[in-house]
């Protein structure tokens, strides 16, 4: 079958660094996104990972282990308006109809 | 102007009847998808479209339909609506051609209410 798995919340405080696992099992398999989505808004691109590796854009990188079926997103020097729910995300196509899953809710402390 | 639009943005139906939820962009994508979000379900793809001739079936799409008119209009039907269709529905795009390849562009969703 085909599932997505992120832990379903994670607190952390201001300017600490925090990570957030996925694991995935799909058909169709060819890299992952992640988006951040605030309450009340629109799912937002951070990054993408196509090959095994890190990926680095500011504050945000995004890591991927084809080979684990495994990836996170690791936040640096967060800050509150660092709180929102974070998705991994498989593009659909070639066999992938599993896109998002339940997210991760961060929850940034003082 | 919005690069991802949606109309109408909040919808209250009744039971039984038809309705049209419709996306536009002006991203100049290739790819549409359409997808349902319900409190701690998370986002659910319905159906995607790769172009204009293409029209595939998500994680669920029963008791759905979808149009892709032109490139830059993507629509999902609720031929009969049902009262646990009520979601926040968000379309999205994608461009083939693009870096990065797995970037999708939502636009602001239509909350639907099904009574």
């Known amino acids: 079958g085909q599932s997505l798995e992120q832990p379903s919340e994670v607190t952390a405080v201001e300017g600490a660094i925090v990570q957030i696992n996925c694991t995935y099992q799909t058909s169709g398999f060819y890299g992952l996104s992640w988006y951040q989505q605030h309450d009340g808004g629109a799912p937002t691109f951070l990054s993408y990972n196509g090959l095994d590796g890190l990926e680095e854009t500011g504050r945000f990188s995004s890591f991927l282990s084809r080979s684990d079926s495994y990836g996170y997103l690791l936040l640096q020097e967060l800050q509150m308006k660092d709180s929102a729910s974070y998705f991994c995300?498989?593009?659909?196509?070639?066999?992938?109809?599993?896109?998002f899953g339940t997210g991760t809710q961060l929850k940034v402390e003082l | 102007d919005a690069d991802v639009t949606q109309t109408p943005r909040n919808r209250i139906t009744k039971t039984g009847k038809r309705i049209m939820l419709e996306c536009s962009q002006t991203k100049g994508h290739d790819r549409m998808y359409w997808y349902r979000q319900d409190p701690g379900l998370g986002l659910r793809l319905i159906y995607y479209?790769?172009?204009?001739?293409?029209?595939n079936k998500g994680e669920i799409s029963d008791g759905y339909s979808v149009s892709r008119q032109a490139q830059a209009k993507f629509s999902l039907s609720l031929e009969s609506a049902i009262p646990n269709q009520t979601a926040l529905y968000f379309c999205a795009t994608s461009d083939t051609r693009a870096a990065p390849p797995g970037a999708q562009y939502f636009g602001p969703g239509t909350r639907l209410t099904v009574l």
């Open positions: 479209s790769f172009d204009v001739k293409d029209i």
């Open positions: 995300a498989p593009p659909p196509g070639g066999g992938n109809k599993l896109t």
